[in-house]
């Protein structure tokens, strides 16, 4: 079946240093891919998406590249702040279908 | 706030007993989703509706779940006879089909402790 893994954390960063998070995906066909981010005592929001190989997806400085020949979707930020913190979770939708499949999720802690 | 609300936020039960949860979606939204969220993991898929209808369920959904939405507004899922194993956060979201039915929209959860 469909999976999602990411790179384990807790990731520990300063202020402003650079960010990656490692996404790589299982799926058949085309699946759309995604980056949500879970702050402390809130709900998951959507941070970016794409829907189709080649697609960048961005928002708030993160950035994250659909990858069909790696099957990746890496997240990026130049510069983190310490209101980065928080848990990112990679997730895909089926080529066929509604659910989203999660990954475990990373946790990002950035120091000030 | 027009947001995603679930109802109660916290619940504790004793094992064996029922407990039902409530998730109110945006108000244009046609689609509703029910995912479980055990520490230190990703959202698991449970069900979701389509207005009033429930189109896909998880293996994971066993016949202890059960989940209804009958005026395509808010829903319940509703867990009987409680297990430990139960013990998880239960996460709602929702959708408009018509825009982008992948661009979900999660509440805050319920975080269920079975003891």
């Known amino acids: 079946g469909d999976s999602v893994t990411q790179m384990e954390g807790p990731v520990t960063l300063s202020e402003e240093a650079f960010l990656t998070i490692n996404c790589t995906y299982t799926a058949t066909g085309y699946p759309s891919l995604f980056w949500y981010v879970q702050y402390p005592g809130e709900g998951l929001q959507l941070l970016l998406k794409a829907t189709k190989a080649d697609d960048k997806g961005s928002n708030k400085g993160f950035e994250a590249t659909y990858r069909k020949e790696t099957t990746s979707f890496h997240l990026e930020k130049g510069s983190v702040q310490v209101s980065d913190s928080a848990v990112y979770f990679c997730?895909?939708?089926?080529?066929?279908?509604?659910?989203?499949?999660f990954g475990p999720g990373t946790r990002l802690s950035v120091l000030p | 706030d027009t947001g995603v609300s679930q109802n109660p936020r916290h619940k504790i039960t004793k094992r064996g007993q029922n407990v039902t949860f409530r998730c109110d979606p945006i108000s244009e939204h046609n689609r509703l989703y029910w995912y479980r969220q055990t520490l230190g993991q990703g959202p698991e898929f449970l069900t979701y509706f389509q207005n009033e209808a429930q189109l896909e369920k998880s293996r994971l959904l066993s016949d202890r779940f059960s989940a209804e939405r009958p005026k395509g507004s808010f829903s319940t899922l509703e867990i009987q006879r409680t297990e430990q194993g139960d013990s998880a956060m239960y996460l709602c979201?929702?959708?408009?089909?018509?825009?982008?039915?992948?661009?979900?929209?999660f509440g805050p959860g319920t975080r269920l402790t079975v003891t």
């Open positions: 997730a895909l939708t089926p080529a066929y279908g509604q659910n989203f499949v």
């Open positions: 979201a929702s959708s408009l089909s018509e825009r982008d039915p992948n661009e979900q929209y």
